[in-house]
């Protein structure tokens, strides 16, 4: 058991951890377990588990409780694993969301219901009955622009002021507002962390104190490095390398997110590429583009630039 507070929990680089499979698409436990190991050696300062990047909506309960046990194990007293909750039933969810709990998760990340999108009191009790199945703090996921449900800042405020689990939101509304939103109205009593890779730097200046971040599993370093920058006002040595890493962050945003960060994984030699159907691996044109992409960002890392000019300068 770590000893994280309830506050730090959702603080620094969340990685929202991709899962992968094996030729025959099963989860491959091995690959996973080395995958956790290196995020955490990188400085990640938790492990989201199964979420929407981790093909939750394809995993059954049983492989989701798996991976959970195995990330916690993994890291160790290191860092957090964070259990994200979906279910199109409010009891499957509920029933998740205890699952986490005895398999070792120190956090959950709720979201909305699938498939039916409800109105603001629906909503607000499926979240509920969720925050109120365990003792476990909660992230709560707004992202309008996948799920259809949007949760406003006074909504968040409604809940908070009832469930002593609400201790988080995941803003992924695209509008960096958003946050300072909900900073104005909620102050210290919810942490917020940018849920869009493309939208940090905005999200840190607005008040955001993590980041739940997909290209992290390729380039944990440069995320955790950029959220560190960005965090302790380091503005030009920031922009550096936001500029550069720009390109590969806005895949974040793209219908095909896993399929596009899981082959930039392929590309950097960090996992493989297959997904679970209906998901299909990348081909064509959309697969150039993103190899494009991840060899114009090996030949402009920051490193390589660093090192041009060192030589340059004869040191």
């Known amino acids: 058991m770590t000893t994280t507070s309830r506050s730090d929990l959702w603080h620094g680089v969340l990685v929202a951890a991709t899962t992968p499979f094996g030729a025959d698409l099963a989860v491959d436990r091995e690959a996973w377990q080395a995958h956790v190991r290196w995020l955490v050696d990188a400085g990640s300062a938790g492990i989201v588990v199964a979420g929407s990047l981790g093909e939750g909506s394809t995993l059954s309960p049983g492989e989701k409780l798996d991976l959970a046990k195995d990330a916690a194990a993994t890291a160790g007293r290191r860092a957090p694993v964070i259990g994200a909750v979906a279910a199109a039933r409010t009891a499957d969810a509920v029933a998740l969301a205890r699952g986490f709990a005895e398999a070792g998760a120190q956090g959950l990340l709720v979201l909305p219901p699938y498939v039916y999108r409800g109105d603001v009191r629906e909503t607000n009790e499926h979240f509920r009955e969720v925050f109120r199945a365990t003792e476990l703090p909660c992230m709560l996921y707004n992202n309008p622009i996948a799920y259809g449900t949007d949760v406003l800042p006074e909504q968040v405020l409604e809940l908070a002021e009832d469930e002593p689990t609400l201790a988080a939101v995941k803003e992924s509304s695209g509008d960096v507002r958003r ?54 006002g380091a503005a030009e040595p920031a922009r550096e390398l936001y500029r550069w890493f720009l390109p590969l962050l806005r895949l974040d945003t793209r219908p095909k997110f896993v399929q596009l960060i899981k082959q930039v994984q392929a590309e950097s030699g960090r996992g493989s590429a297959r997904v679970r159907p209906p998901r299909r691996e ?23 630039a660093r090192a041009k000019s060192r030589g340059a300068g004869g040191h």
Request: avoid cysteine; glycine fraction near 10%.
């Open 282 to 304: 990348l081909a064509g044109e959309e697969l150039a583009g993103v190899r494009l992409l991840v060899a114009e960002a090996a030949r402009t890392h920051p490193n390589v």
């Open 179 to 232: 946050i300072t939103a909900l900073k104005a109205l909620l102050g210290e009593r919810v942490e917020v962390a940018v849920g869009l890779d493309d939208a940090i730097l905005e999200g840190i200046a607005a008040g955001a104190t993590g980041w739940v971040a997909g290209l992290a599993n390729a380039f944990p370093e440069e995320s955790v490095e950029l959220f560190a920058l960005a965090r302790r």
